[in-house]
């Protein structure tokens, strides 16, 4: 098991910025690829951003590119999303997950609890 534990959701105008955090802990943390995802009312759940062990390799959904970004500290068993220029569109529960798979599998083993995120226009 590899518990996540977010904060930094809530609620933010449009046009302005949150940053999300995801603390494992767990020893073997820097050994997971990490991703965020979120879900919407009455839609899937969606891929938003995914980042390699090393943090060298990002990935991101094109609905987010240019606006999120994914970094991980590894000293801190840590993944964060910094999400500027949030509208409507991004207003979704955000959930954080791990992954044991190489980077680039679209499997993922663990995850957060998801946090409300709410982009009022």
């Known amino acids: 098991q590899v518990p996540l534990v977010e904060s930094g959701g809530g609620l933010v105008q449009a046009g302005g910025s949150l940053r999300r955090s995801c603390a494992a802990s767990q020893h073997s943390f820097s050994m997971f690829t990490m991703g965020w995802f979120r879900q919407a009312p009455g839609k899937e759940r969606e891929f938003v951003a995914g980042?390699?062990?090393?943090?060298?390799?990002?990935d991101y959904a094109d609905p987010v590119k240019g606006r999120f970004t994914i970094s991980r500290d590894n000293a801190k068993n840590t993944v964060y999303l910094q999400m500027n220029s949030l509208n409507a569109e991004d207003t979704a529960v955000y959930y954080c997950?791990?992954?044991?798979?190489?980077?680039?599998?679209?499997?993922?083993?663990?995850w957060g609890q998801g946090t409300q995120v709410t982009v009022s226009s």
């Open positions: 997950a791990a992954s044991s798979y190489p980077y680039g599998s679209s499997w993922y083993d663990y």
């Open positions: 980042i390699s062990w090393s943090g060298e390799s990002t």
